[in-house]
């Protein structure tokens, strides 16, 4: 993942967001050591910014469709309700055991239902209502994503996608297969009336989603 502000910029920015916890630094450390493509953890200014928004929302169930290490996941559910959930869904079984050791460390496995498979097969059969969803998977299947969660969602809940300025390649003449489907899934979202939409600079992007009517 590219910078798409200076890292000058970067730094000053979370020299000024509230540090990680001790869990987090440690699963932040151990993904950066052991894990392909690191970068795609949500990290210090991201993950408070997520937990930031599920405290205030205080949601009762969350689905996040792209575990990685789970720093995202550890995130949301320190903002869940007193009985809240989240589901969370990852495609590559190889992340589950140090996925799972975080959840522990953190004192949250009650709250987190971890699932291992293809989302697309795995979200049509869950009988849940969510307040909160996040999709953070592969680019191509963004916009599948929001049509199969999209009915499962409340009204006045919130869909939260992460990575929409790809780097700032979404801009560039030349476009590859995951930026113009990033592309046209801000598009679907900016276009659907049943929403209302801001597209937020933080990080790579995170395109924010309230659901205000079926």
Aim: glycine share 6%; proline share 2%.
């Amino acid at each position: 993942m590219g910078f798409i502000i200076s890292k000058e910029l970067d730094q000053f920015i979370e020299d000024n967001t509230t540090p990680q916890d001790e869990v987090l630094k440690a699963l932040d450390r151990a993904t950066h050591l052991h894990f392909m493509m690191p970068q795609m953890i949500s990290g210090t200014v991201q993950g408070k910014f997520l937990e930031m928004l599920s405290c205030m929302a205080k949601p009762e169930r969350i689905l996040e469709i792209g575990t990685f290490t789970g720093y995202s996941t550890i995130c949301f559910a320190k903002g869940l309700s007193e009985n809240g959930k989240i589901i969370t869904i990852d495609v590559n079984e190889e992340l589950e055991d140090t996925a799972r050791a975080y959840f522990e460390k953190a004192g949250l496995t009650n709250k987190i239902d971890f699932r291992i498979g293809n989302a697309m097969e795995i979200i049509p059969a869950l009988d849940e209502v969510f307040d909160m969803v996040f999709i953070d998977a592969d680019k191509i299947n963004y916009t599948n994503y929001y049509d199969l969660v999209f009915p499962k969602l409340k009204v006045g809940g919130f869909i939260l996608a992460d990575n929409v300025l790809w780097s700032g390649k979404v801009v560039e003449d030349k476009k590859d297969k995951d930026t113009q489907a990033l592309i046209d899934f801000s598009m679907k979202v900016q276009n659907d009336n049943r929403v209302e939409n801001v597209m937020l600079s933080v990080r790579d992007g995170i395109l924010l989603a309230r659901k205000i009517k079926n």
